[in-house]
C-alpha cells in the first residue's frame, strides 16, 4: 500500500502569503524524499529533496523540513506567486537495491493562489 | 540539462490499433521509468529499465510492451488497449546509485485517449 500521504488534498493561499504543504510518511527507513510539482497538462518537476540525516534544506523561495521523529514532511513556500499554483506530489525513495530506487508518491495536494 | 523529451504530445487511437510511445533522455541516466497517471491521482509506476534491461514490470497488462533500444531512448508499445487505458504516460529518467542519484526528472507526458 502507499506509505506517503497527505493532510490537505487542497490548499488556498492569497498571493504573496507563505504556503505550507504537508506530507506523512510511513516507511522508517526511507533515506530520501523528493518534492515534486505539476502543473496542469505537465509532467512532474523537480522542486527540493532532502536525506534523512537532515533536518531542513532551502532551495530558492522553497524549504523542506523532515521530522524524523513523527515521519512528517513538510514543503515551504515563501511570497507565494500565481504560478506556484499546481498539484504538489511529495515522494521517498525506498531503497530495494540495484542501480534504481523505487519512488513512492504521496496523493497530492493542489495548491491555487488566489490574485 | 534536465531535459526528458516524450512523443507523441497527444495521441488518439482505436482499440484495434498499434501505437507507440517514445522517449528520449541525453543526461547519461542510466535508469529509465515508465509511468501512467490518471486524472487527480498520483503517477503510478509500470516498467524501470535499468542498464537498458527491464528490472521491474509491476504487474502491466502484455498489451503494454516497453522496449529500451539504448541508454537514451525509450519506447513504450501499445495494442489492443481499452478505455480505461486513456490517461497521460509519463517518462522519467534516473542517474542510478546511491540516494540522490535515484532523482527521477520527468518528461512532459503523452495524453493518451483509447476510443
Known amino acids: 500500500g502507499e506509505s506517503v500521504g497527505l493532510h490537505l488534498p487542497t490548499l488556498s493561499v492569497q498571493e504573496g502569503d507563505n504556503s505550507i504543504i504537508n506530507c506523512a510518511y510511513s516507511n522508517s527507513a526511507s533515506d530520501y524524499f523528493i518534492w515534486y510539482k505539476q502543473e496542469s497538462g505537465k509532467g512532474p518537476q523537480f522542486i527540493i529533496d532532502?536525506?534523512?540525516?537532515?533536518d531542513k534544506r532551502q532551495g530558492q523561495r522553497v524549504t523542506v523540513l523532515l521530522n524524523k521523529t513523527v515521519k512528517h514532511l513538510s514543503l515551504q513556500i515563501a511570497a507565494t506567486q500565481p504560478g506556484d499554483s499546481a498539484v504538489y506530489f511529495c515522494?521517498?525513495?525506498?531503497?530495494?537495491?540495484?542501480?534504481?530506487?523505487?519512488?513512492?508518491f504521496g496523493k497530492g495536494t493542489k495548491l491555487s493562489v488566489k490574485p | 540539462d534536465t531535459e526528458v523529451t516524450q512523443t507523441p504530445k497527444h495521441l488518439v487511437m482505436g482499440m484495434t490499433n498499434k501505437k507507440s510511445l517514445k522517449c528520449e533522455q541525453h543526461?547519461?541516466?542510466?535508469?529509465m521509468y515508465w509511468y501512467k497517471q490518471k486524472a487527480k491521482k498520483p503517477p503510478e509506476l509500470m516498467f524501470v529499465y535499468s542498464y537498458e534491461k527491464l528490472s521491474i514490470n509491476e504487474s502491466v497488462p502484455s498489451r503494454f510492451s516497453p522496449e529500451c533500444p539504448n541508454s537514451s531512448l525509450l519506447n513504450l508499445h501499445l495494442h489492443a488497449l481499452q478505455p480505461e487505458d486513456s490517461a497521460l504516460y509519463l517518462c522519467a529518467s534516473s542517474q542510478g546509485g546511491g540516494s540522490s542519484a535515484y532523482t527521477q526528472y520527468f518528461g512532459p507526458g503523452t495524453r493518451l485517449t483509447v476510443l
Open positions: 543526461m547519461g541516466h542510466r535508469a
Open positions: 515522494a521517498e525513495i525506498q531503497n530495494y537495491g540495484g542501480s534504481q530506487g523505487n519512488l513512492i
Open positions: 532532502i536525506r534523512s540525516n537532515m
